[in-house]
C-alpha cells in the first residue's frame, strides 16, 4: 500500500503540474482587461434605441425601441413592438428569429433579469409615458413570448433604471413625464417572489436619492463587502432651463435602507450602461459625457460620437479607473449578462443615429505566469511531505503509535499542530479577504482562544489524560451510554468529512487564481498527496508535517507583508487604512443577523467555537494525548494560544495592506475574481518569481495541515468507537491495517465531495465554513458541556439535548438570518437546556458518573495523585 501511495503521489503531481505549465507562455496585454465580440446584426438594419434587452431561458430578447428613418435628421422618431430573439446553436453558432409582438410600442423602459423571465418597468411612446409593469419570458418550444403583468408603478417613469436584489426589483429615477423637469429622485421596490406565488405585491417607496432628481442615470446592483447593494451613477438633470450631465454616485444598502455617497466617476456619464462584474466591480461599458450636447443640431451628420472609453469602479476600495477603450460606444441600451459575457444590444452611437451592432463583452481573466523557479519550489515543498510520512512510517507499530505517536512527541510540534490545525488555509487566504472587504472586527473572535485555552488546560487536559482515552467520545460513553458516544463521534466523523471538503474546494477556488492549475487539479493535489503522507506515517506524521507547514505560512505572509506595505509606503498604508475605518475592531449595535458583525456576536459566537473544538473536537484532543506528560501537553495548548496571537495580527494586516494596495493601484485588479482570491491573486501578480512559489506552498501547507488532521482523526474515532472492542477486528496488527485503510477512504470520500463543492459564486469562505463548524461543532460542544456541569444529565436527557439541538441548527440555518458566527454558541446552549430539562423526565444517573463532572475534578486529581505515591517504594523520592 505504502508504495502505492507513493507512486500515486508522484504521478499526479507530475501529471497536474504538467498540466498547468501550458498557460506558463502565454503573451497577455498587461492593460487589456474587457474582449469585445461581434455578435449578428440586429435584424433590423436601422437599429433601435431604448430597448427592451434581457436573457430568458438562455434566449436574448431584444424588443421594442425607437429610431429615425432616414434620413434622420428629416423624419420624426418612431416607436416599435418587434420582438427578435437571439437563438445561441453553439459556443459560436447564433441565429435571430422573431418572437411576436409586444402589447404596445414602448421604448426606454426600466429592464432587469430575474429568474428566467425579463422585467420590464415604465417606459413612453411619441405621445405618452406609462405606468405599467410587466415580466416577459420567451418559451422556445412554443417560439412564443409570454407576458404577465405586474401592479402597476407609483408614477409614470421612462428614462429611469432597474436592478434586482435577491427577489426584489428596485426601482429608481426616471421622469415622470416626456420633459427632464419632471425627473425624480424616487426609489421604490416590488416583491418578485410575492408575484410568482399568486400575492398581490404592492410597491414600497423607499428613501430617495440624497444625490436629487435625474434620469439617464446608471444603477447596477453589485456588493461593496457586507451586502448587496446598490449603485446610482450619473444621468443628467435640468437646472435653470439648462440640462446638467452628472457625475456623482450613490450606493443604496437594502438590509439597513439608508443612501452613502460614494466616490464620483471621472467623468459625466449619462445614458450608459453599467453592469456587475465578479464579486465588487461595476463596468461602464457606455455613457455619454455631455460635452458636445449643445452642439449636436449644428454638428448632424458631423457629430464625432460619444467618448470611446470603459471605466471600473471597485465597490470595496471605492477607486474608478479606466479599463480599456471601446470598439463603440452604444447609449441608451440597457446590458444583461448570458453565459459569461455581458451583451450590448444596438443603441444609439450619436444623435439620432442608431447600430444594428450586438457585442458580447467578456471580462479577461489573466493566467498565472507560475513559472520553472517556482514549480521547482512546489515541487520540492510537495515531496517533502511525502518524505516526512515515509520516515514516520518506521514508528508506527500499534494503533497507539498511529494515533497518539506512542505519547512521545515535543510538546511545541504538537502546540504547532493544533495552531495549523484551528486556522488552516481559511486563515492564508480567508481572513485576509475578509479584513479587505471590511474591517478587523472578526479579529476579536481569534483574540478568544487565548482565554478559552485556560478551560482547555485546566478541565479538558485533566480529564481527558486521567481518562487515558483515544478517543474524545470515550467520555461520552463513560458519562453517558454508549449510544451518545456514538451520536458524538458519528457527528463528529460528518463535520470533519465537510470540514475537509470545505477547506479543498474554497483553498483549490483561490489557489486556481495563483497557480494555472484548475480548481479541480488543486484539490485533486491537495487531497492526493495529504492522503499518501497521512496514510503511511499516522499522527506522527501529521503533526511534523503541521509543525513544517506552520513555518511555511508564516514565511510566506510575512514576505507578502512586507512585500505590500514596501510598495505602498507605511504612511500611506497606515493613513489608508485609518481614514476607510479598516482598522476598526467593534461595532456597537445588537443585531444577530447584521453583516456587520457586532462586538457581543463576535465574541459570545468566538467563545462557542473555541470551547467546542477545545473540548469536543477529537482532531484538537487527541493532541492532547501525543505528549509524555500533562505539563507537557498544557505547553502545547499555551503554543497554540500564543501563536494565535501574531497570526491574527498577521493575516488581518495583510488584508489591510491589500485593501491600502488596491487603493492605490485600481488598475491592477481583475474583474474577474471573486474577494477571496483577492491574496492570491496578489500572490499570481505582483510577487516575485520564487517568493510566489514559496507563498503558494504556504497555501498548500494550510490546507493539508486541516485534511490530514481530519483524515487521522475520523480514523481514530471510528476505529476506537465502532470496531475495537465489538468483534469485527481481532488484533492489534489488524487494527493498525484497518486504520490505515480508514485513513485513505476518508481522505478519497472527502476530495470527492471537495470537487463536488467547487463553487465560485460563494461570497465569503470564511463565512461559509463558519456555518459549517456552528452546524456540526454546536450540538457535539453541547454534550460535552452538558456531561461536564450537570450532575444530573444522564443519557436519556442528553440524546433528546442532541437531536433537538441538531433540528435546531438546521431550522436557524435555513429559515432565519442570524449570523454564521453564533451557530456554534446556540448549539451548545441548546443541547445544554434541553438536555438538562429532559433529564429529569428518566432515573438519576449512576452516581459513579459524577466523578466525570467538573465539580469532581479536584477529587480525580487527589486521588490520581494518591495512587502514584502508593506505587513508589519505601525509602525512595517521588
Not at 21 to 37: C, H, K, M, T
Not at 258 to 280: C, F
Not at 592 to 618: E, H
Request: hydrophobic content about 45%; proline content about 5%; overall charge negative.
Amino acid at each position: 500500500m505504502h508504495r502505492l501511495l507513493v507512486k500515486l503521489s508522484l504521478f499526479v503531481t507530475g501529471l497536474l503540474l504538467m498540466a498547468g505549465s501550458y498557460g506558463i507562455a502565454e503573451e497577455q496585454d498587461p492593460n487589456a482587461w474587457l474582449q469585445w465580440r461581434a455578435l449578428p446584426d440586429l435584424p433590423d438594419s436601422l437599429g433601435v434605441a431604448g430597448p427592451i434587452v434581457g436573457v430568458s431561458h438562455d434566449c436574448l430578447i431584444v424588443a421594442g425601441g425607437a429610431n429615425f428613418p432616414r434620413p434622420v435628421w428629416d423624419n420624426a422618431k418612431q416607436w416599435h413592438d418587434s420582438v427578435h430573439i437571439l437563438i445561441r446553436d453553439g459556443e459560436q453558432q447564433f441565429t435571430w428569429k422573431e418572437g411576436g409582438k409586444l402589447p404596445v410600442p414602448v421604448a426606454y423602459t426600466a429592464v432587469a433579469t430575474w429568474s428566467e423571465r425579463v422585467v420590464v418597468l415604465g417606459g413612453n411612446d411619441a405621445e405618452q409615458v406609462f405606468d405599467t409593469a410587466m415580466l416577459l419570458e420567451y418559451a422556445e418550444k412554443e417560439s412564443k413570448l409570454q407576458v404577465t403583468e405586474l401592479p402597476r408603478l407609483p408614477s409614470t417613469c421612462v428614462y429611469g433604471q432597474a436592478a434586482v436584489v435577491g427577489d426584489k426589483v428596485y426601482l429608481s429615477g426616471g421622469q415622470a413625464g416626456q420633459e427632464l423637469s419632471t425627473a425624480m429622485d424616487k426609489l421604490w421596490s416590488l416583491d418578485l417572489g410575492e408575484a410568482t406565488d399568486g400575492k398581490v405585491p404592492v410597491w414600497n417607496e423607499l428613501p430617495p436619492c440624497p444625490g436629487g432628481v435625474r434620469a439617464f442615470h446608471l444603477m447596477v446592483a453589485q456588493h461593496n463587502g457586507y451586502d448587496q447593494c446598490l449603485y446610482v451613477i450619473g444621468g443628467r438633470r435640468e437646472v435653470d432651463g439648462k440640462v446638467v450631465f452628472l457625475s456623482d454616485n450613490w450606493e443604496f444598502n437594502p438590509r439597513t435602507n439608508t443612501w452613502r455617497e460614494r466616490q464620483a466617476a471621472p467623468q459625466p456619464t449619462a445614458a450608459g450602461t453599467a453592469v456587475s462584474s465578479g464579486q465588487s466591480h461595476v463596468l461602464v461599458l457606455s455613457g455619454a459625457d455631455g460635452s458636445l450636447f449643445d452642439q449636436a443640431d449644428d454638428l448632424r451628420d458631423n457629430h464625432p460620437g460619444f467618448p470611446k472609453r470603459a471605466y471600473a469602479y471597485h465597490t470595496i476600495t471605492d477607486s474608478w479607473e479606466q479599463f480599456g477603450d471601446l470598439p463603440q460606444n452604444q447609449v441608451t441600451t440597457p446590458a444583461v449578462k448570458w453565459g459569461d459575457a455581458f451583451i450590448v444590444a444596438s443603441g444609439e452611437i450619436r444623435p439620432r443615429v442608431r447600430t444594428p451592432a450586438v457585442w458580447a463583452v467578456t471580462p479577461i481573466q489573466r493566467s498565472a505566469n507560475f513559472g520553472p523557479l517556482n514549480y521547482f519550489v512546489l515541487i520540492s515543498y510537495l515531496l517533502a511531505m511525502v518524505g516526512v510520512g515515509l520516515y514516520c512510517n518506521r514508528n508506527n507499530k500499534n494503533t497507539d503509535d498511529y494515533f497518539r505517536g506512542g505519547k512521545q512527541l515535543p510538546w511545541w510540534a504538537a502546540g504547532c499542530s493544533i495552531f495549523a490545525t484551528m486556522l488552516s488555509s481559511l486563515t492564508f487566504t480567508g481572513i485576509p479577504s475578509k479584513a479587505f472587504a471590511q474591517d478587523w472586527v472578526y479579529a476579536v473572535g481569534n483574540f478568544m482562544i487565548p482565554v478559552v485555552a485556560i478551560l482547555a488546560v485546566y478541565l479538558a487536559l485533566p480529564f481527558y489524560r486521567m481518562l487515558d482515552v483515544t478517543s474524545a467520545y470515550e467520555y461520552l460513553e463513560l458519562r453517558f451510554n454508549r449510544s451518545v458516544r456514538k451520536f458524538g463521534s458519528l457527528s463528529f466523523t460528518l463535520f470533519h468529512l465537510f470540514r475537509m471538503a470545505v477547506v479543498m474546494s474554497l483553498t483549490g477556488l483561490a489557489l486556481a487564481i495563483a497557480t494555472p492549475l484548475t480548481p479541480t487539479q488543486c484539490v485533486l493535489l491537495m487531497g492526493v498527496l495529504s492522503i499518501a503522507y497521512c496514510t503511511i506515517g499516522g499522527i506522527e506524521a501529521v503533526i511534523w508535517t503541521d509543525t513544517i507547514q506552520t513555518c511555511v505560512l508564516f514565511g510566506g505572509a510575512l514576505l507578502a507583508l512586507a512585500l505590500l506595505v514596501g510598495d505602498t509606503g507605511l504612511e500611506t498604508f497606515t493613513t489608508t487604512a485609518v481614514a476607510d475605518e479598516k482598522l476598526q475592531l467593534a461595532n456597537f449595535d445588537w443585531s444577530p443577523t447584521s453583516t456587520q458583525l457586532a462586538l457581543w456576536v463576535v465574541i459570545v459566537g468566538a467563545i462557542g467555537q473555541n470551547v467546542s473544538s477545545y473540548t469536543a473536537d477529537q482532531a484538537v484532543v487527541q493532541r492532547y494525548l501525543t505528549t509524555p506528560t500533562d505539563q507537557l501537553a498544557a505547553r502545547s495548548i499555551w503554543t497554540n494560544a500564543v501563536l494565535t496571537i501574531p497570526a491574527t495580527l498577521l493575516f488581518f494586516g495583510i488584508g489591510t495592506a491589500l485593501y491600502a494596495f488596491y487603493k492605490v493601484h485600481p488598475e491592477r485588479l481583475s474583474p474577474t475574481i471573486s474577494t477571496d482570491q483577492v491574496f492570491p491573486y496578489f500572490i499570481a501578480s505582483e510577487m516575485p518569481i520564487g517568493i510566489s512559489g514559496l507563498v503558494v506552498a504556504g497555501i498548500f501547507a494550510a490546507a493539508q495541515s486541516t485534511v490530514s488532521t481530519s483524515m487521522n482523526s475520523i480514523a481514530t474515532t471510528i476505529v476506537t468507537d465502532f470496531l475495537q472492542g465489538r468483534g469485527q477486528v481481532d488484533e492489534e496488527r489488524s487494527y493498525l491495517g484497518a486504520a490505515r485503510w480508514i485513513t485513505f477512504s476518508t481522505g478519497v470520500i472527502g476530495t470527492l465531495v471537495a470537487l463536488m463543492f467547487v463553487d465560485p459564486q460563494i461570497k465569503s469562505l470564511f463565512d461559509t465554513f463558519l456555518q459549517v463548524i456552528g452546524l456540526f461543532m454546536g450540538v457535539l460542544g453541547g454534550l460535552f458541556a452538558l456531561g461536564f456541569v450537570s450532575k444530573r444529565a444522564n443519557g436519556f436527557g442528553a440524546m433528546c439535548g442532541a437531536l433537538v439541538g441538531a433540528a435546531t441548527m438546521f431550522a436557524v440555518w435555513r429559515y432565519t438570518a442570524i449570523n454564521g458566527y453564533l451557530y456554534t454558541t446556540i448549539g451548545i446552549l441548546t443541547c445544554m437546556v434541553v438536555g438538562w430539562v429532559a433529564s429529569f423526565l428518566a432515573p438519576s444517573p449512576d452516581p459513579d458518573t459524577k466523578r466525570l463532572t467538573l465539580y469532581a475534578l479536584a477529587g480525580m486529581r487527589s486521588t490520581q495523585r494518591n495512587a502514584v505515591q502508593s506505587t513508589v517504594p519505601a525509602g525512595t523520592s517521588s
